[in-house]
């Protein structure tokens, strides 16, 4: 009987946790549908223009190789922005799963709490102020 009273203890402690980032998980459910609906925009964006380049459709074609220069940049800049729009889906997904796990809040390298402050600046954190610098500097 002891330890289904462990039991009742620990899965009132997870709901319990769970229920103290439930506004964690609100905004991190709101930030991914935003982020979702950017890349899939961007997506079609580019996708768009790659179809008016292989059609040969000469309106859009352009005359200069500055015009040129700068389509490719446009192009580029705009891949380079869906990818770190996935990479922050990514992240927001492994935060969501954070939460279920009873892992969220929890620095995944020093394994102390992260500051609240933090979390609600950056939900998606995994790692808290000190370790994020060391590992900018590449100490970790």
Do not use: W
Not at 34 to 57: C, F, H, I, P, W
Not at 79 to 100: C, K, P, T, W
Not at 104 to 127: H, T
């Amino acid at each position: 009987m002891v330890c289904g009273i462990v039991l009742c203890q620990i899965n009132f402690m997870e709901k319990e946790m769970k229920d103290e980032y439930a506004p964690y998980r609100k905004l991190l459910l709101s930030l991914r549908e935003k982020l979702v609906g950017k890349v899939d925009y961007m997506q079609e964006e580019t996708l768009k223009k790659s179809r008016q380049d292989a059609s040969g459709d000469l309106s859009n074609v352009p005359i200069h190789m500055a015009d040129v220069g700068t389509d490719n940049y446009e192009r580029e800049l705009m891949i380079e922005l869906m990818q770190s729009g996935e990479d922050s889906v990514r992240s927001i997904d492994d935060a969501l799963e954070r939460i279920e796990e009873g892992t969220f809040g929890i620095c995944e390298a020093c394994e102390k709490k992260i500051n609240r402050e933090r979390l609600k600046a950056v939900p998606y954190a995994s790692l808290c102020v000190n370790c994020q610098r060391e590992e900018e500097l590449g100490n970790i």
